[in-house]
């Protein structure tokens, strides 16, 4: 077994990507962050380019801004997302939210399957997914018929149990790459295959995977995918989302809204709605340049560091961290709630315990003058701990978990209100 050093210095000193961290703005070196998973930090770089493009490419350049840079940005900015997740340029683009995407491209595998009505999810999956497919139900003339596998332990899904649901009357699997509670890792290229065996289509949703673990859309065969860039992309607040089809479906599919930005050319202000060949047909609206412009840096940061590299990374400091838990935490009465495996788990860490809600509160607002840390709380006893390789520390970690024992051990914790923000 490979021997795992205890000293948060020794591991952070041989840290390959340790010089990443100075690439982030860290206004305050005593504050820990570990919700890099729901916002990721802002780096250095988009401070200024944001600069730029507010000052120089709207404010002087004005409506030349288009052709000069803008027209571009969706297509350009999908091909950087692409090598990320292992696809080809031309098959990703960056547009609208995630949630939104979902439905687009949910709604086009439905409308292609027309003879199939069952979409396949399981009860890990995002709220917003199953609310999405909910609302595909409602609206679609051919009902359709959404199937939520339960998971026994809402930490892991059984692959096996999935597999054997997919039958001939499923249109759609769609499923989270990596589970946002418990971080749980599906096999996306055994569960295409097993989609395309029974002749139905694989969606992922790949908002908690892009950026923390290597994605092989290609690879695997998948059919569709969406995801965020706000989260381990570190594009800021809402940034805009993107979405993948592969390049033979393109032509096949169809986006439900028809907007001049999918059209053959929107310059050319026809009447009747011509659909663009390729990617370029799911887009729907002008990009929000603004926020487009502020993904990049974080892209460029993790094309510079490699996933590889941030793969190992985080498996190191997710391994670290389940260890200091069940070392400090469990006599304390916690739980992991993800996976021990790091074959089958993302890049955060939820633990779970009666009393994490205030927990979570006395990290966040200490009440006794000690140092913040900033994880975040999911109903309705986790606190989730996101790992996000380029900028936390080995000793972010070790810190968090003494805090966190500090916090229960002393009853600190008992000292909050309880009382819930609408934000967790
Ligand atoms: C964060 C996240 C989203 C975000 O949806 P928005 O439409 O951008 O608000 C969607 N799905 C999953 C799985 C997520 O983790």
Redesign the pocket.
Known sequence: MRKLSFSPVELDAADPLRSFRSEFVINDPDLIYLDGN?LGRLPVRTASLMRQAVEQEWGVRLIRGWNEEWMALSERIGGKIARLIGAEPDEVILTD??????FKLAFAAMKYQADRDIILTDSL??P??LYVFQGLDAILTNACFVDVLKSDDDIITNEEFLLDRIGKETALVAL?HVA?KSAFLYDMKRITEGAHEQGAMALW?L??AVGAVPVDLNGAGADLA???T??YLNGGP?SV?FLYVRKDLQDKLINPIWGWFAEQNPFEFTREFRPAAGIRRFLVSSPPVLSARATEPGLDLLLEAGMDRVRTKSVAQTEYLIRLCDEYLAPLGFELASPRDSAIHGSHVSIRHPEAFRINQAMISPPDGARQVIPDFRAPDLIRLGVAPLYNSFQDIYDTIHRIRQIVDGGIYLKMSGKREVVT
């Not at 939210?97 to 979902?102: D, M």
């Open positions: 729901s939210s995630t949630s939104v995407n979902l999956n995002f917003s997914d989270s946002y949703d908002s908690h969406v995801g965020c706000y989260k809402g989302a």
